[in-house]
């Protein structure tokens, strides 16, 4: 784990809401040269707190109006169900992101879709035949906001 | 609006969104220039909305992640824009979303450690307005993250 300054906590924020900033425009900001901003940056993502980038689409203008997150329980478990579902599950191309949880529920997973009678198509046909699938709980995403966290 | 060269661009750059423009046009068969028109015409009709940098929390230190599903109480006209609004002053939250189904709410809270959490948890959310009920669920693994949508 690395220490972070206050200088560094301005980069991250800067870089989280818009990651192609130059070092240059960023130091302007932050009152450092361009060389010594390029450097905070290099040692953030040499140390892994930068992990990469987002390219952040509008989802309804691209067609998909409805998401939809599903708390999906294993019917039976064991080691090989869970990695026969998760591959299974990681490879429909509606569900865009998968997370193992503990708790009410074995998985979270978001999916996207057209409109509702698309996500009752993917819901059918790909998530409830899924290898393991038991109990699927859905809640339709009304409103998503990302926030900076503790930096 | 969109055509099919605009879904290549978009599919290869949500798959790699560190590649410069010339590196984009090259795997998308066409030439930088029109390349560069047609990313000029996605940002200005906001289909692509920005570029943010991913932080990674465990970089720094924060190893507990905890989605918080909440119900509200609906009583309340304002319930859920007063929640909202106290729930993004508190730091350890990284995403505040709201569904229509069986839970109203969900953030997702990130700690140091257990100890923290149980800190954060008591200190800021519990003192949240209006909740009416909390189910968490721990986060143990991400096994698909990339946010791709099915283009």
């Not at chain 1, 997370?99 to 009678?117: C, N, Q, T």
């Not at chain 1, 009752?120 to 393991?132: A, C």
Request: hydrophobic fraction near 40%.
């Amino acid at each position: 784990m690395i220490e972070i300054d206050a200088q560094d906590r301005e980069i991250l924020r800067q870089l989280q809401r818009d990651a192609r900033m130059s070092s240059k425009a960023l130091g302007a900001r932050l009152g450092l040269s361009q060389p010594a901003t390029w450097r905070r940056i290099k040692r953030l993502r040499d140390a892994g707190v930068i992990r990469g980038r987002r390219l952040v689409l509008d989802r309804e203008k691209l067609g998909f109006g409805v998401t939809v997150f599903l708390g999906v329980k294993l019917a039976t478990k064991g080691r090989t169900s869970l990695e026969d579902f998760e591959r299974a599950v990681s490879a429909i191309p509606e569900v865009q992101s998968v997370e193992h949880v503990l708790g009410l529920y074995d998985y979270r997973l978001k999916v996207v879709a057209r409109d509702i009678p698309d996500f009752e198509r993917v819901l059918r046909r790909r998530i409830m035949t899924l290898p393991g699938a038991g109990e699927v709980e859905a809640n339709v995403l009304l409103s998503d906001e990302r926030l900076p966290g503790p930096i | 609006m969109l055509d099919d060269t605009d879904r290549r661009i978009l599919r290869q750059y949500q798959a790699d969104p560190e590649l410069s423009t010339a590196d984009l046009a090259a795997r998308c068969n066409m030439t930088v220039a029109s390349c560069w028109r047609r990313l000029e015409k996605l940002e200005s009709h906001g289909v692509i909305r920005g570029h943010e940098a991913i932080i990674d929390w465990r970089a720094l230190g924060y190893t507990v992640e905890v989605s918080l599903r909440m119900t509200l109480d609906k009583t309340h006209a304002n319930a859920f824009d007063e929640f909202i609004a106290a729930a993004r002053q508190v730091p350890e939250v990284l995403e505040v979303q709201t569904f229509l189904g069986r839970v109203d709410t969900r953030l997702s809270v990130i700690a140091r450690d257990m100890e923290h959490y149980q800190h954060v948890y008591r200190t800021q959310i519990l003192t949240l307005p209006h909740i009416t009920d909390i189910e968490a669920l721990m986060h143990v693994a991400r096994i698909k993250s990339d946010e791709a949508l099915p283009l």
